[in-house]
């Protein structure tokens, strides 16, 4: 009989969630506090690729990490400056370590969150409604033909500045699937690669080293988009020191994208399905 996987609790990520600010500088995106977490907690490949229950392309460890934060921001230890990036207060700067319990005790006295039924597991696993459509829109992804996938990719990329895009033809192009230029300021602009995969198991680093190995040398950066996830050795791969560096998009960053650009999505958060059958 298989052992089970256990994944860490939400409330047993709050203190780690806390270190990993500190430990960047008080301040961090969700890529960079999550993987500074994993790094700190030593969490494996086979803890982050256990999916939440109720969705089809978030980890469990992803999910309860957002929910350690969350949980942070309501006791005052943390707040987002914007979207996706968090800071520690003031009142914090000092405070070495942050005692989960008295989170919890906070969070509960005000009735954040409802009807738990653990003290080692503070978060309700229902989805919410923006989770369905994530769900849906992660199923619509999924089942695109690879081609256009990579398609979607480049318009993606074209809506946050990148410029000249080229879909590489679909037999491949020794693991380039495109090519685009970002410009920097009115004098400076670089080249780019990138490469798009459907994936259900996370993006090992043979496939990051794989794809710098087809990127000529006049290249600077790639950007690497998958439906999944990255391995921990992938993503120390893709910013190893003295290669050309990867810029990772995983399942979560791209879809967070896609909603905030409102590709493929209509008013009223519905999936428009004939966006996609007509890339």
Known sequence: MNKEVKVPTCNKLINPVFQALKTLGGSGSNDEINNKVIEIEEISDEVLMVMQKGYESKSAVVYRLEWARTYLKKYGAINNTKRGIWSIN???????????????????????????????????????????????????????????????????????????????????????????????????????????????????????????????????????????????????????????????????KLIDKLLELKLGIREKQVIDEKFFSNI
């Open 90 to 252: 003031n009142n914090f700067d000092k405070v070495d370590f942050i005692n989960e319990k008295e989170v919890v005790k906070m969070v509960r006295s005000e009735q954040i969150v409802k009807n738990s039924d653990s003290e080692t597991d503070i978060i309700e696993e229902l989805p919410s409604e923006k989770d369905e459509i994530i769900n849906k829109l992660y199923s619509q992804l999924i089942k695109m033909d690879p081609y256009d996938f990579e398609k979607l990719s480049s318009i993606l990329l074209r809506e946050s500045g990148f410029s000249q895009l080229e879909v590489t033809k679909k037999s491949g192009d020794g693991g380039i699937d495109g090519y685009g230029y970002l410009k920097v300021n009115d004098f400076m602009s670089f080249k780019i690669a990138f490469q798009c995969k459907r994936y259900k198991s996370n993006v090992a680093a043979k496939d990051i080293r794989d794809f710098r190995g087809s990127m000529e040398s006049d290249i600077k950066n790639g950007i690497f988009i998958t439906t999944s996830d990255f391995t921990k050795d992938a993503r120390e791969e893709a910013v190893a020191r003295g290669k050309q560096h990867i810029d990772l998009i995983n399942g979560d």
